[in-house]
Nanobody, 122 residues
Framework: QVQVAESGGGLVQAGGSLSVSCVAS????????MGWFRQAPGKEREFVAA???????YYSDSVKGRFTISRDNAKNTVSLQMNSLKPEDSAVYYC????????????????WGQGTQVTVSS
């Protein structure tokens, strides 16, 4: 089993920056992709960004150019730096980890954190 736990988040004004981080523990050797998802009230959870074990990032179109995902395999951490935040970025942000498998990085995650709130005021 793998456990993931998020930290960071909070409240920021539109145009500002915020970062969220995640640490994985347990059988981390089995993990390939780590990713971030978000869910706003009344909406479905959506993919935000992911990064492979080798460091290749993937982003949703809505955050590309504003968010940066990074990873430290030695520390089993992944971070999401969020710049130029918009009110529509407000959501609970979830960190997730995926065992090695074939498929695009937006889907099929195995382990999830509890989430951390990000609120962007207008």
């Amino acid at each position: 089993q793998v456990q993931v736990a998020e930290s960071g988040g909070g409240l920021v004004q539109a145009g500002g920056s915020l970062s969220v981080s995640c640490v994985a523990s347990g059988r981390t050797w089995s993990i390939d992709f780590m990713g971030w998802f978000r869910q706003a009230p009344g909406k479905e959870r959506e993919f935000v960004a992911a990064i492979s074990w080798s460091g290749i990032p993937y982003y949703s179109d809505s955050v590309k150019g504003r968010f940066t995902i990074s990873r430290d395999n030695a520390k089993n951490t992944v971070s999401l730096q969020m710049n130029s935040l918009k009110p529509e970025d407000s959501a609970v942000y979830y960190c997730a980890a995926r065992r090695t498998r074939i498929g695009t990085p937006e889907y099929d995650y195995d382990y999830w954190g509890q989430g951390t709130q990000v609120t962007v005021s207008s």
